[in-house]
């Protein structure tokens, strides 16, 4: 038998389902054309898929709440644009890079637990202390590539001068440039001037 009640009923809980779609829809089409044009949101949303960040670090930095969370996920231009720098991060070796900087991170607590163990070895915990120092050394070999300056000269048939010294010499290597006058190179090139 045919119940009018029934059928109404039904029909409303599917305007609400297919009204909660479109609202879903529109709001996944309503996120600002700059989080996907945003690289660090990209990156930081690339990093969570590596799992380098959780998703709280992720909603907590970029002020997401659970919805907008949920929302992301529907946006394929948005997925597409994660996996694109999650591809380029793993070509250019940075997610690696950053995944060795998070477990190198721990080394301290750990060569610090070896050394304070009174059951270990004592070469093991002489060992941990040369670590130690190691890691904690501020030298020359400590300094990033953005304090240092690089020169490389291809003097060619597979022959390259390479200069690579600290900004600041005198300070991290102990060399000291020498700011003497040198005297000039003679007007004439022939190797005769060049050797007076």
Do not use: C
């Amino acid at each position: 038998m045919y119940d009018a009640q029934d059928e109404i009923e039904r029909l409303k809980q599917e305007v609400e389902r297919l009204q909660k779609q479109i609202a879903t829809q529109q709001s996944v089409a309503n996120l600002p054309q700059s989080l996907i044009d945003n690289l660090e949101f990209i990156t930081d949303l690339a990093r969570y898929a590596e799992g380098l960040f959780t998703e709280q670090q992720v909603k907590k930095k970029h002020h997401f709440d659970d919805d907008t969370w949920a929302r992301l996920g529907d946006d394929d231009a948005l997925v597409e644009a994660i996996e694109a720098e999650k591809l380029r991060r793993i070509r250019n070796g940075d997610s690696a890079r950053e995944r060795a900087q998070q477990l190198f991170a721990t080394a301290p607590t750990v060569l610090g637990n070896i050394l304070h163990d009174d059951g270990a070895s004592p070469r093991h915990r002489i060992e941990s202390a040369r670590e130690l120092r190691q890691i904690a050394a501020n030298g020359p070999q400590a300094t990033s590539a953005a304090d240092r300056f690089i020169i490389t000269i291809d003097l060619g048939a597979d022959e390259k001068l390479v200069i690579d010294k600290p900004i600041r010499p005198g300070i991290e290597d102990g060399e000291v440039i020498d700011a003497t006058p040198q005297k000039a190179l003679p007007a004439s090139t022939t190797e005769d001037d060049w050797k007076r």
